[in-house]
Each structure stands twice: as C-alpha cells, then as structure tokens.
C-alpha cells in the first residue's frame, strides 16, 4: 500500500460535499487562487489541492462559514503534509506550505505573538537560505528574461503612452478636470501598462486601442467608491452603520453593478448632509458621489459593447472590492472598541488577502480579458501580482498610518495595536487628529518610537517577497519601499512643514538609532535585526558614507543601492560595523555627544567604550 493510500480521506456530509463541488468551481475559473507549492511528487501534489481547496473555502465563503468543513480539510491537511517529510525532494514543498499557514492563519484561532514573530523569522531565514544560493543556470534564465522585458518595455512604450492618450478622452469631465481625481487615475495609468509588459509580455501594444480602458475605469471606481464608503462611515459614526445601510440596499448579483440603487437621499435619511462633508479629495461627499455616478455611466457604456466574459468580469471584481467592505463593517464588531484599526491579526490576513491580492488578481483577470488574453495561461503572473499588491500595501499603510487611524484596517496599525501596544498609544496620540499622510520629516520619528511596528512591517513585506516574486518584481518592490518610507531624497511623502535639521553623519545617525531602539545596556549583545534597522533607519537620510564604507565590494554597493529590502539582517549587521570602522572619529564623536547630552549624567565613558566595543564586535 503506497502513503497516499494509507491517508484517510474524512466523510463530508452532502452538503459539504455541494460546497466542495462550488469551491472546485471556484478554482477552475480562477486557477491563480490555487495554491502554488512547487513541482513535488503525489503527496505533495495532494496536499496543494486540500490546502487550495480550504483556503478558496476561507476566501469565499468568509470564516464563519463550514468552520467543520474547514476542520476537516485542516486534518486530511496534517496528515499529508507529515506524510510528505519522506517525499523525494520535498523540503521547498514544506517550506511553501509553511509559509501559507503563516500567511493565511485561520481567524478564528488564536495565536501567541510570540510565536508567530518566532516563526516569521525561521520561515524567512529558511527563504534566505534556499534563495542565496540559486544554480547558475536559473541564475541566467532570470536575467536573461529581466532583460527582455525592460528592453521590451522601452521598445514599447511610445505605444502605451499613445493608448493612454486615447483613454484619457473616455474620462468624464469631472474627473479631468479635478487635479486629485486626475492624479488617482495617473496611478492607475502608470500601473496599466507594466502589467501588460511584464505580467502579460506585452500584450496589446497597439495605439488605437482603447480596449483596455474598461480595467482602468473600473479600477478608478473602486477606489473612488472606497474612498466614498470610508467617508460615509465616518460621517454616520463608525463602519456597522454603514454596513447596514449599504447591505439593504445590496444584490448579490454579477449581472449588474453593485449598488446601483444608491442616491444620496439614503444618506440625508440617516442625517449625513452630503454637501457639509468634505472627502480627502477636497471635493463633498455629493460631488464624490456624482464623479463615481459619471464614471460607472462611462463603464456602462463600454460594457454595452462588450461581450458575456468581460460583463461578468467587471461586475465580479466591483462585487469583490464591495463585499469587501461589508467584511470592515462585520469585523468592526468584533473589534476592540469598534475601531477598524484595532482588529486581530488573524482577521486581518484574511481580510487583507480579500482585499488586496484577490482584488488585484480579479483586476488582472479582468484585464487579461479585455486585452483578448486567457488568464488561465498566466497563472503564476496574476498570482505572482496579487502578492506585490499586498507587499505594497504594507508599506502603504505605514505612510497613511494619520489616514487610516480609527477610520480603516492597517497592516501598521494592526501590528501595533497587536503586538506593540505602547507604540499604537503613541501613533494614536501623535496622529489621530491628522488628515495627512506621514511626511518626510516625521519618518525618522516614527522609525526610533514605533520601531517595532516599522521592523515587523518590514519582515512580512520581505517573507512575501522570498516566497513569491522573480528578478523583475524584487527590484520594483525594493524601489516603491524607498520611495515610500526608507529614503527621503525623491520620496512619494510629502515634505512636511517643519525646517530641515542637519542631516550629520551615518554614523552619528546609526548609533542614535541603535540607542533609540535598545537602550545603552552594555551587557545583552546587540543583535543583528537591531544593527540592521539602525542602519536603514541612518540610510534614509543618505547613504553615500555608506558606500564608502563598502568600498571596494562592488557586489554590497550595489545590493544596498538597489536591492537594500533584499539584503539579509546579517548583511546589514556587517555593512554597519563596516561603517563604524570606516569612520572612527565619527563614532567617537557620536558617542561623546550622546554622554554631553545625558544631563542625568547616566552614561558614563566607561559604558560608552563597552557599548561602543560591543556594536563593533
């Protein structure tokens, strides 16, 4: 009897036997929602499918559904994943379904902080190890392909921007002649064609066609209609509110849009007056309301001429982004004291792979279409995605930590709310009466005071990038965190009111850090996560003393200039010791200050030179 047979199937009741056949479905119409763990052998392969299945389940159907259905897929789960530890070259399989355990954690269970912060990094020190060493054959492949695509890109992308041209004429008026709504739609252009480069090798290089147009406008409602939405539950006092009102009015139904039965006479029922309430956008909530009326008429009018697939389509992902809203408002329940921002970190990850990698990837399902594409044939591309839309978000959300601050879930927020309590206190009283995103001149402040929050935000960005993306994406995603949080020179933050202060050495920046985020204790070594934050937290005022220090490693320059995100804790450890050799007079000096500003006088030379000796060490 092989191992596979010996593995007990559970009974399903016929009913979980119907919501088997539904979530099969499911996964043949949208196969990028299938788990990928890697080409093993039966058992393996086995286990990939009771693991997609329990997952599309959880994704679909929401946690308070078929929870002993769930159990079940979770038991036949354990039984192969054991079995599988004798499987012929199955140590990346095990390590790939670890990882989706430690991603998508089932909501109801409770697990200790300590545990998963334990786990998170042997998940990602083993992603360290089997991505350090890769052959030099797939070595090539990569770049060799990296470079197609950039080359193909730039061949191209005159053509894209004449299709852009063309699309922006589609635009209601209210939305061109709006400088933010214009600048919302910018991004979406942006994001357009890098999709059809890298995602589908670009596909529908052609200016006169506007075909594509549908994707971009539906993008655009979404985020209008979710800024719209966020509006209104804080004008009606909290998400339950108006949850209630939009489910009333809600249907079910792929055919048509969602919502279409809104008007603003439902919202003056429930008090809001939608021409006293001013949105991000600087315009009313009835002006908000008119621009995403204008442009779902503009989606209406394209779908007219379209066909089944790319009707349904569209309608699907706009039923997605909505529904995703009403699990805010169900979660707030749930929530400490109702806030949005305080849910558990459990109901988070499943929230947010709701509303981040199945949104992008029914997006490029949507676009796949619309461009005459199949999507099933771009599999791993649309999942491949779907992930970086959810490592953005991170980062995302740590510079709209004063937007989103009682008002909607955060990765950020939720770690610190979580896990760091004391610095959640601090991010709430600092920021919670702010209508802004964080500027460049408050970074360096919240790295030192919530710098448990910044390094765990970075260590899932960085899991999610070892386990998912290729060359091409490693270098966007390491580039959209330098322009989003970890390099003030050119960054997406805006500038802040506040006059510059000298910007010092690194090295005097570096040792601040380190003392800001572990104290001066000269006798618990310093470890290398601590030296390697202190040292992105100094970087962002400027790198080039950095540079200097890892001359003439041209391979460490370069990985620190590009690929910084990337680089390992113990890379970074030794670039900063590099550092602090480079420039002893710079360290001695640092320290010297730290001493002269300690009027309590608790920094004695004595403990300064062991601290210094032991950074070093």
């Not at 119409?29 to 990939?48: A, F, I, K, T």
């Not at 079995?83 to 697990?111: F, I, K, M, Q």
Request: hydrophobic share 45%; with cysteine; net charge positive.
């Amino acid at each position: 009897m092989t191992i596979l047979a010996s593995i007990t199937m559970p009974s399903f009741e016929p009913n979980e036997r119907l919501l088997l056949r539904r979530i099969e479905g499911v996964l043949a119409r949208h196969p990028y929602m299938r788990v990928d763990l890697g080409s093993g052998g039966p058992l393996s392969h086995e286990l990939e499918g009771v693991l997609s299945a329990r997952l599309a389940l959880l994704h679909t159907e929401g946690p308070s559904n078929a929870p002993a259905l769930r159990a079940k897929l979770r038991a036949w789960e354990a039984q192969l994943a054991a079995a599988t530890r004798d499987e012929l070259g199955s140590e990346t399989t095990r390590l790939r379904y670890e990882t989706a355990l430690l991603l998508h954690p089932e909501p109801e269970h409770v697990d200790e902080a300590a545990r998963t912060a334990a786990e998170l990094t042997r998940i990602t020190k083993k992603w360290e190890d089997l991505r350090s060493s890769p052959s030099l054959g797939s070595t090539l492949a990569e770049k060799a392909a990296q470079s197609r695509d950039f080359v193909r890109h730039g061949a191209i992308l005159p053509v894209y921007w004449l299709r852009r041209r063309r699309i922006r004429k589609l635009l209601p008026n209210v939305v061109r002649n709006n400088p933010r709504l214009r600048e919302t739609f910018s991004a979406i252009e942006q994001v357009g064609p890098l999709v059809d480069n890298f995602a589908f090798k670009g596909a529908s290089a052609t200016p006169l066609s506007t075909a594509v147009a549908i994707a971009d406008l539906a993008f655009l409602y979404m985020q209008l209609a979710d800024e719209f939405l966020d509006e209104l539950a804080a004008a009606v006092g909290g998400h339950h509110a108006a949850g209630e009102l939009l489910k009333s009015l809600y249907r079910d139904d792929t055919a048509e849009r969602p919502l279409r039965d809104l008007s603003l006479s439902h919202l003056r029922k429930l008090g809001i007056w939608p021409d006293a309430h001013t949105t991000k956008f600087g315009m009313t909530l009835s002006e908000l309301f008119d621009a995403l009326d204008q442009v779902a008429a503009t989606i209406d009018s394209r779908l007219a001429d379209a066909g089944r697939d790319t009707v349904i389509a569209t309608n699907l992902f706009l039923h997605h982004c909505f529904q995703t809203y009403l699990d805010e408002a169900e979660l707030c329940l749930s929530a400490r004291e109702h806030r949005a921002d305080r849910m558990r970190l459990q109901e988070t990850a499943w929230h947010f792979y709701r509303k981040n990698n199945m949104v992008m990837m029914l997006w490029l399902d949507l676009r796949a279409r619309v461009l005459g594409l199949d999507p099933a044939k771009y599999t791993a591309e649309i999942r491949r995605w779907g992930y970086l839309l959810a490592s953005f978000q991170i980062f995302d959300d740590l510079k709209d930590i004063a937007l989103d601050l009682g008002k909607q879930p955060s990765y950020a927020l939720q770690i610190a709310s979580n896990d760091f309590p004391s610095e959640f206190a601090w991010l709430d009283a600092q920021f919670r009466t702010r209508r802004a995103p964080i500027s460049r001149d408050e970074v360096p402040e919240v790295n030192l005071r919530a710098n448990g929050t910044v390094q765990r935000c970075m260590r899932w960005s960085r899991l999610i990038a070892l386990a998912h993306f290729d060359n091409t994406l490693l270098y966007a995603w390491d580039q959209r965190w330098r322009k989003s949080w970890t390099r003030r020179r050119s960054s997406f933050n805006p500038h802040g009111g506040k006059m510059r202060q000298a910007r010092g050495h690194a090295v005097d920046r570096l040792v601040r850090a380190l003392v800001a985020t572990r104290g001066i204790d000269a006798n618990s070594s310093v470890g290398e996560e601590q030296l390697a934050f202190a040292l992105d937290a100094s970087a962002y005022e400027g790198s080039w003393q950095i540079y200097v220090a890892l001359f003439p490693n041209i391979r460490a320059v370069y990985r620190f200039a590009t690929l910084r995100m990337w680089m390992t804790a113990e890379e970074k450890a030794r670039a900063a010791r590099q550092l602090l050799r480079r420039y002893p007079r710079a360290r001695a000096n640092a320290l010297v200050y730290l001493a002269d500003a300690d009027v309590d006088h608790q920094v004695s030379g004595d403990r300064l030179e062991a601290f210094s000796k032991l950074i070093e060490a």
